[in-house]
């Protein structure tokens, strides 16, 4: 019989067992040293959180922040401040220049055939009405055979206030349907509403003219002012974007008031409106990101990143898209900051500006530090609401699984049992502003949101206020970002950014650099 030790197979088992159990002890000791952190970054947010002093100070106090406005500027300076206060550098980067503009007061009120306060909001930079209120009667877009007709209907126009959106059949929205309304007719209501919706785009169609130019020809014949309602889907709540106007206020009024005036009209009652709006242009202001860093001490020329856009639409305060996902990030850098002071690489967050009208700042970015994107070990972006992180994607690179398995591995399962991961998955492709990385080839990830009822109630309208804040999952998605850019920190290895292949990959586009101002 041959000694034992000769064996082959034996062999092998003793040259396999201490290496697989070096791999697991090395394991067991990361996990051992990266405990303390993470043990302290959550008890900190579960029990010291800032969060609702945030989202107080920035929401309620600050408000919107329109690319081009005073409260963009406003909140560019506070978070600068807010993080000096917890001894990060921070500073804004001026990035391109915008149209200047101030939303003022607005008042509209029916006043025949009764009196009626009207809810409405004027379209970000509509032009205001100076120290004016006018009163007119309120008629609809007519319904005409051709453009030639339409040419011959425009002088009626004058010294009205024109409506150009169709009368929803409903303001239930669907799932209230659904829930009560029998069968028969929740599919009638969705057949009208389809026949309604297709009748009024062909009857914009029938004018010569688009959504967005169709305005434009109305001011220019004397309309006083255009109004408009884009429904959200859901209960009192509207789409609000910006107005094609250049002399008269463009104004969308809730679907509520709106239909009832054009019923008013529709029926011949000639329905009077007194409408009393003001704006101010500024002229061509800056436009910044805000930039903060915690210095690397091993590896300062390697990067992690955290991201999300700080501008928003002003129909509401713009607390879900993005304020949620800028305070996460905020508040991931308070922690690291409080409980990692001394990270291997540099840990930076992009607060970036007008990704509404494009991902500008952070495209802007991406063109003006390639040493950055060089270098990026790993960006988590989140920009979908207020609801806990349940999605994370490899953005199509071939490792990605390897590395973010790694570091989700740290995180507590009462964070990470909530995530489902897809690898390698596939790079943004513009929705927000970790495809601006992506698009060249830097390892950018989001963070996907629970839903929240996000795209009907929130996103983009009058009613993204701080009330619709879940600070439960804020809280958690704070941690967890803040974990993940500390797992990503320590990390001895360089993340690869090799591409899967099959993959359509976008293409990097350029930042506008001067929005608003062509016209201008």
């Not at 297709?198 to 014949?221: C, M, Q, S």
Request: hydrophobic share 35%.
């Amino acid at each position: 019989m041959k000694n034992a030790n000769h064996h082959p197979i034996l062999a092998i088992w003793q040259k396999v067992i201490p290496v697989a159990l070096g791999i697991a002890l090395c394991g067991s000791i990361a996990s051992a040293q990266n405990k303390p952190v993470i043990d302290s970054i959550m008890a900190e947010e579960t029990n010291h959180s800032q969060l609702e002093l945030l989202a107080h100070q920035l929401f309620d106090g600050i408000g919107p922040r329109l690319v081009g406005t005073p409260q963009m500027k406003q909140a560019n300076d506070w978070a600068v401040a807010k993080y000096k206060t917890w001894g990060i550098d921070a500073h804004n980067e001026k990035w391109g220049e915008w149209r200047g503009w101030e939303r003022g007061v607005s008042h509209i009120d029916m006043v025949s055939p009764r009196v009626k306060s009207l809810e409405g909001t004027q379209l970000a930079w509509s032009p205001g009405m100076g120290k004016k209120t006018v009163t007119a009667e309120v008629i609809i877009l007519p319904d005409v055979t051709d453009s030639v007709a339409f040419q011959q209907w425009l002088p009626n126009a004058k010294g009205k206030f024109v409506m150009i959106s169709v009368c929803q059949p409903t303001g239930r929205p669907d799932d209230n349907w659904k829930e009560f309304a029998t069968p028969t007719s929740f599919d009638k209501m969705k057949k009208d509403r389809t026949a309604l919706t297709d009748a009024w785009k062909n009857r914009i169609k029938k004018t010569g003219f688009t959504t967005r130019t169709l305005p434009v020809a109305l001011e220019n014949a004397g309309a006083v002012g255009i109004i408009t309602n884009n429904w959200s889907a859901g209960f009192g709540v509207d789409k609000i974007f910006s107005a094609y106007t250049k002399i008269v206020p463009t104004v969308d009024v809730a679907l509520e008031d709106y239909c009832m005036i054009y019923r008013l009209a529709e029926s011949g009652d000639k329905p009077m409106i007194s409408m009393h709006t003001e704006s101010k242009e500024l002229g061509v202001v800056p436009t910044f990101n805000t930039i903060a860093e915690i210095k690397g001490t091993e590896k300062p020329d390697e990067y992690v990143m955290l991201s999300a856009h700080f501008d928003s639409w002003d129909g509401g305060t713009g607390a879900t898209d993005n304020g949620t996902g800028t305070l996460t990030m905020m508040e991931a850098m308070r922690l690291l900051k409080k409980y990692y002071p001394h990270p291997k690489r540099t840990i930076l967050v992009g607060h970036w500006g007008s990704e509404e009208e494009g991902l500008n700042g952070s495209r802007a970015f991406v063109e003006d530090h390639p040493e950055i994107v060089k270098n990026l070990q790993a960006l988590f972006n989140q920009d979908n609401g207020t609801g806990r992180v349940v999605n994370l994607g490899g953005a199509g690179y071939v490792d990605s699984k390897d590395y973010l398995g790694r570091w989700l591995a740290a995180v507590p399962d009462t964070l990470k049992n909530r995530i489902k991961t897809n690898f390698p998955g596939s790079p943004g492709g513009g929705g927000s502003d970790f495809a601006s990385f992506d698009a060249v080839g830097a390892p950018g990830f989001s963070l996907g949101s629970l839903n929240w009822s996000y795209g009907a109630y929130t996103w983009h309208t009058n009613r993204d206020t701080y009330d619709k804040i879940v600070f439960d999952d804020l809280r958690s998605n704070a941690m967890l970002a803040a974990i993940m850019a500390y797992m990503a920190s320590e990390d001895p290895d360089k993340t690869k950014n090799i591409k899967v292949e099959g993959v359509k990959w976008p293409t990097p586009v350029k930042a506008t650099r001067r929005g608003g101002l062509d016209n201008k």
